[in-house]
């Protein structure tokens, strides 16, 4: 019975885990984010209480989505609204064997893929009008959900912190707050690094393709910044769709926007996150790749983001605690 009641205890822990599992996602994000902010917050925690710093911390970052929002909406809307108009024209174009479009959707068949993905998908591929709202609804509700859970968890991160440590035994806790505040700030350092260089990202996309004429310049820009958050294959591929916008222009014009996002991506990983985020994470690149790819695999997007700050810290306690107790066996 007893067997039998441990055996029942898993499976329900299981079933719980797996019913609960988009949930714990949401938590799991609001905490690494919060996680994130915690410097700053601690930063500012030396001038003011804490209550305080995360009031401050929390008006800031509500002030700049806000502030972005009131800049970006009108003209995402607009090129939105164009690049809907245009679109006709861009069908139009796969039909002209003259233009470098149409020569492409010659010899590799765009159209015809682009027809049979859209017919695979069925009526669901697009989705109707109550399944689209549905997604607005629920992606809105699952954002909301993620900020007041980290602003509760940056306030409350002393005592998480705290709770944390002592589930470990007293003969080991001092070794356990040592490697953990070691992972804590690689967490910070990735956060605010990942934040700072896709604002990089999208700046210096929005200069080029306004430089070059391409069209929807602050659209793509936003798309880049967003898609640069997820690393290592986030910036590949916001960079292959801008190539493919900018054939609209000119085969040149792609081929340079192309060879632009090349040069970015070496410049990225050998100079702008290098002194971003300094020696902050120490995960060698194939590791980082790696990581990535199961993250991404196993939790999405949500996976791919924190997948490098885990894989840091599973490296901390590989270093510092396992490989030693190895090594001395």
């Known amino acids: 019975m007893l067997g039998a009641f441990g055996v029942a205890t898993t499976y329900g822990l299981v079933q719980f885990l797996v019913a609960a599992r988009d949930v714990l996602v949401l938590v ?10 915690d410097p700053a917050v601690r930063w500012l925690g ?7 710093a995360v009031a401050v911390v929390t008006v800031a970052m509500a002030g700049l989505f806000l502030g972005f929002l009131a800049a970006a909406i009108p003209p995402l809307v607009s090129q939105a ?8 024209h861009y069908l139009s174009q796969l039909q002209d064997r003259s233009s470098t479009v149409g020569r492409l959707n010659e010899r590799y068949h765009l159209q015809q893929r682009l ?22 609804l629920t ?37 356990a707050v040592a490697l953990g505040d070691e992972m804590f700030a690689k967490v910070g350092g990735f956060v605010l690094g990942n934040l700072l260089t896709s604002a990089i ?3 210096g996309t929005f200069v080029w393709l306004v430089a070059w004429g391409v069209p929807y310049p602050l659209l793509l820009a936003v798309m880049v910044a967003l898609l640069d958050l997820i690393p290592v294959v986030g910036s590949t591929t916001g960079g292959i769709i801008v190539t493919l916008v900018a054939l609209t222009v000119s085969l040149p014009v792609a081929i340079a926007t192309l060879v632009f996002y090349v040069l970015y991506r070496l410049a990225e990983d050998y100079f702008i996150v ?27 997007i949500v996976g791919a983001l924190v997948a490098i700050p885990v894989a840091a810290a599973i490296r901390i306690v590989l270093l510092q605690s396992v490989f030693p107790r190895l090594d001395r066996l």
Do not use: C, K
């Open 201 to 203: 990202a999208g700046a």
């Open 46 to 52: 030396r001038r003011m209480p804490r209550w305080a």
């Open 274 to 300: 290098p002194r971003v985020m300094g020696r902050v994470i120490e995960v060698p690149a194939t590791v980082t790749l790696v990581a990535v790819l199961i993250g991404g695999a196993t939790l999405g």
């Open 139 to 175: 992606a809105t509700a699952q954002t909301l959900t993620v900020l007041v859970l980290t602003v509760y968890f940056l306030a409350d991160f002393p005592r998480i912190r705290q709770l944390m440590y002592r589930l470990v035994p007293g003969s080991r806790r001092a070794r």
């Open 81 to 88: 609204t164009a690049f809907v108009h245009e679109l006709p």
């Open 28 to 37: 799991g994000l609001a905490l690494f984010l919060a996680i994130g902010l």
């Open 115 to 136: 027809s049979d993905a859209i017919s695979t998908g069925g009526p669901g591929f697009f989705g109707n009008l109550l399944g689209a709202g549905r997604l607005v």
